[in-house]
Every structure is written in structure tokens, then in C-alpha cells.
Nanobody, 126 residues
Framework: QLQLVESGGGLVQPGGSLRLSCAVS????????IGWFRQAPGKAREGVSC????????NYADSVKGRFTISRDNARNTVYLQMNSLKPEDTAVYYC???????????????????WGQGTQVTVSS
């Protein structure tokens, strides 16, 4: 059974950095990619970044390009999200999830990702 557990959130000042971790267990070859998503209060969940389980290809939402980097450590079964130059608008609960769909991975389509963990809170504030 696929399970993903997020960690690494916290409070950081604008311009600061955080690294989120997504510990993955039960992943099978059926799954095409692992993605990071976020949800701010009163807003819909949105895609942030995704990495394929095979080739390691990545994609990013325009709002985080050049600031966030997704990576994976296959030996540790962990996917990371390095977040630099953080802005107050990055404040949200961050989630990781998996998809079997290459199209959903490219589009960061939240509807085709799951299962969802409890998330980790990221707060960017001075």
C-alpha cells in the first residue's frame, strides 16, 4: 500500500530557505511520478513541482520556477523540495502525492494524484 509522509515545514523569514521531505513506502512501477502540492487558507490545492519515478524528469509551476528544486534519493525512498527565496505567498500546507498518469504529472493535475498525507505547514513571515 502506497504511503507518503511529509516533513520539514516551519516558520521562515522572507528570503529564507526550507527543505521539505516526502518519505515514500509501497511505491510500485505503476506510479509514474511524485509531486508536491500546496494549499493556502481559503484557496484550492495547487501543483508546485513533480519528478518522474523513472527518468527523474522534473517540472515546476511558474510561480516557483528558479526558486524551488525537486529531487529524489532512491536509496532513502525520499523526494525533496528545496525552497529558496521564500515569499509570504508561499505560505501554505505542503503535500506530496503520487500519480500513475504522465499527463497529470506534466499538468500537475491535483485530481489525478493521491493518496494524500497530513501535509507539513510552511509559514513565510517576518
Amino acid at each position: 500500500q502506497l504511503q507518503l509522509v511529509e516533513s520539514g515545514g516551519g516558520l521562515v523569514q522572507p528570503g529564507g530557505s526550507l527543505r521539505l521531505s516526502c518519505a515514500v513506502s509501497g511505491l510500485t512501477l505503476d506510479y509514474y511520478a511524485i509531486g508536491w502540492f500546496r494549499q493556502a487558507p481559503g484557496k484550492a490545492r495547487e501543483g508546485v513541482s513533480c519528478i518522474s519515478t523513472g527518468s527523474g524528469s522534473t517540472n515546476y509551476a511558474d510561480s516557483v520556477k528558479g526558486r524551488f528544486t525537486i529531487s529524489r534519493d532512491n536509496a532513502r525512498n525520499t523526494v525533496y523540495l528545496q525552497m529558496n527565496s521564500l515569499k509570504p505567498e508561499d505560505t501554505a500546507v505542503y503535500y506530496c502525492a503520487a500519480t500513475v498518469s504522465a499527463f497529470a504529472a506534466v499538468m500537475l493535475d491535483v485530481a489525478d494524484f493521491g493518496p494524500w498525507g497530513q501535509g507539513t505547514q510552511v509559514t513565510v513571515s517576518s
